[in-house]
């Protein structure tokens, strides 16, 4: 049987003179191509169709400026920036930067959750009997390659506890670059033939392409999916609903469209002869543009994001007749300059057909596609803690001055009474007294903290995120900080799942389409093993993505299992003590599992060093075996060779060379105990281990009791963190564990 490799259809196009079976695939695959790249700004039907969504985008933005106003309010409390919310304006000036401390809690928590140490972010299932490594690695460089654990995750977090949306767009990217090298060249003679014995150094240019994803954090503000009540993006675009992205071009960036063929030529000519009049800032209609805000409480105003066209990005199932005159539904991407300018109508350029738009809210709400900000059930708090702070610190700027009372008919010298070093007040003591101002800041600090706690309640932060404590006494017990890192596991689990399933995950698919799309070189990406770079590179057609190779986010898994290395210790110690024929017909395969757990011990690094895989070795013939043994060069049985086979043509080898350097006996008695090895693991996978159901004698060293696991002898000092049975229970009644 022979195996043919499936063609790129668009970038390997088959030999016409070859009998090839894909020649009429690669023809329609052609059309389709050319299909989704083709203009349609000039079909009556696609522009009037268009032109009825606009006026629906501008309704929706306008529906939601309340919520793009609070949007900006929210980050003004995380960039403490006082506005015109508070309600005392005295002399001091002091922000709380509660809120702020919170969400960077909750940002450093939830990234380290999603990142595990050990650098396994991607889990790939495949129906193949082996595992699809290159696919891994390919996935595991592509979140390198975007920044996804320093850039996107962290800011993603901190934008969807702010506003109570995550949103992502994902795309693909190309960067050129002409770089310069040196090569030595043989100089050419009159005759065109070069001297080999000269070298002259010469400079050479070349271009480098670099394509990889690019995933961009789109904010609240800038995105609309109509209608809102939708469930999901799928089901808004189902019911003739709409998705938009407010995109900010300069001229440049509509120049490179244009060139492009992103927009239409005339169009786009037309949006730059207008751009003056299209330069907005958006201040109407709910269209916010939160990188310009940002970028002023990062202390840039002027000239932050410079003149810019507003244009809407949609996304949108149209309708048209096929060549057969029957109605087809396909998803469509249009660009809007204005009411009455349509930019482009063009299909969904991506081969998948996949939405690049992926959303997800930070809390769902029943019938309502985009969740609600956690910073709006606090807001109030963090207003007044600010207030309460300056109340109390100008109470602490009065209260450091004394109050001198003196009755200014019987004291005329109150000129004189200037403080001063080793000062005379000339007046009777009776008739001037001192007093200080109430000490408000103490009680306006035990109402900040009061108000702190609220916060850190309310966005489920507590202090096995920060340093900060909950409870009323100054030293809490074991069982009480169990107790909060119990609730820390379950905070952060049911926030990082949201993120795992409804943004990171369907990030990896799209990576894995637009890869297949367009990447056609091989690329060198960074394996796990000891090898320190691996070609990677495996054609999957489109089709096959669901049905050969699920792809997820395996960090938050990886993270939860670390718990769960002592259990699969014990259940595999019960399990391997059972002979085979108590569970026939079936059989154990135990080099996943402890695969599995090596990785998790010891981490990719350190695993396959321990945990070698004998397939990935190579083995010699036994000829070329027997040539380098003949030479006096040892050579070590690889595990999968026919011993008895190797053996027999060995003999004979080494009888016609006579074994002038002792090295074919020394091969044959490896061979002699790589195969008695093999018979023993045999003879034990039949009658169970020693010390084990089924084994042959109590046990030796390195074989614990079934279930065992590691535990201090009586009377030694336990494992750190480890609660005491005498402080189980005491001290608040609400502590857990109890008795």
Partial sequence: MVTRKPKNLLTEAPDPHEDDPTLESYTEAMEEHEERDKELLDDRDFRHTALEMYSSIEEGFEAQSDRADNNLDYWDIYNTELNENQTYHGNSQIY??????????????????????????????????????????????????????????????????????????????????????????QPKGENGIGDPSEEIDDIEEKVIVDSFPKVELISDNDLLVLPATSDTIDEALDAGGSVTVIRRWGKGRIKRMIKAGDIDKEAGRLLLEEFDAATKDGSALGKKDVGKHLADSAGIHKGARGKFALIYETWAYMTSENEDGDEERRLYRVYFGGSNNVLSIKRNPFWCDLLPVISAPIEKEVNVFKG??????????????????????????????????????????????????????QTSPKDTQFAEFPKLYEQAFEIINAMRQQIMQTMSVNPAMITQSTQTKKKPNQAEVAQEQAVDILTTANAVTILEEGILTPMLRLFMELDHQYRDEKLSVRAYGPLAARAAFEHIEPIAMDNRYSIRWFGVEQARTQAQVQQQIAALNVLRGFPPQLYMPYKTNYAPVLLQLVENVFGPRLAPLIFEDVREQMGLPVEMENEMLAQGIPVMPHPMDNHKQHIQQHQQAMQENRDAHGTFAAHIAEHTISMQMAQQQAMQAQTGQPGSPGGDGPGGPGQPRMGAQNKAPRGGQGPAGMIHKDQMGQGDSGAFPRR
């Avoid at 606090?378 to 009755?407: C, H, K, R, W």
Wanted: include cysteine.
């Fill in 372 to 425: 609600k900000s956690l910073v709006s059930a606090i807001d109030s708090y963090q207003y007044n803690a600010n207030d309460i702070a300056m109340e109390g610190m100008d109470s602490a700027a009065f209260s450091m001055l004394p109050i001198v009372m003196t009755d200014p008919e019987k004291n005329p010298r109150i000129g004189s009474m200037i403080l001063s070093l080793a000062a005379i007040w």
């Fill in 96 to 185: 709380v930067p509660i809120v702020r401390d919170a969400i960077n809690a909750r940002v450093t928590r939830f990234s380290n959750q999603l990142f595990p140490s050990n650098k396994r972010n991607v889990e790939v299932i495949s129906n193949d009997e082996h595992l699809p490594n290159g696919i891994m690695a390919l996935m595991e460089h592509y979140i390198r390659k975007t920044k996804c654990r320093t850039e996107i995750v962290p800011a993603l977090i901190r934008a969807g506890d702010i506003e109570g949306q995550y949103t992502v767009y994902v795309s693909w990217r190309k960067v050129k670059r002409t770089v310069l090298h040196r090569v030595k060249k």
